[in-house]
């Protein structure tokens, strides 16, 4: 079974997302094999967007991303990392199809309501990182 990590972001906490989120997860067939609610500081966000940190923009998603609680999740199942981005949507959800959680939910590019692994290799650094 492949693992992937998936993070639902404040917007989807302030706008009571989760279960949607959730539910969309476990009706695609997938199984929450871990889940926990947590506060994120700046030093994880450095960390976790280390690729975006010397960004004029990345104050931003620190602001964002510390503005509410987010919820952490290890979701199992086969191609999990690929079913998961595509039920995602892309990333700016202005560009996501519709019946994608970006797609029906998002705001715009920045509050896109969650995050998900890009390859199984990043799932295992991210599970690490949120789960210890």
Known sequence: MERTYIMTKPDAYERGLIGEVISRIENKGYKITDMKMMNLDEAILKEHYAHLADKPFFPEIVTYMTSGPVVGMIVEGQNVVTGMRNIMGPTDGLEAASGTIRGDFAHNK????????DSVENAEIEIKRFFG
């Open 110 to 117: 920045n509050e896109n309501i969650v995050h998900g692994s």
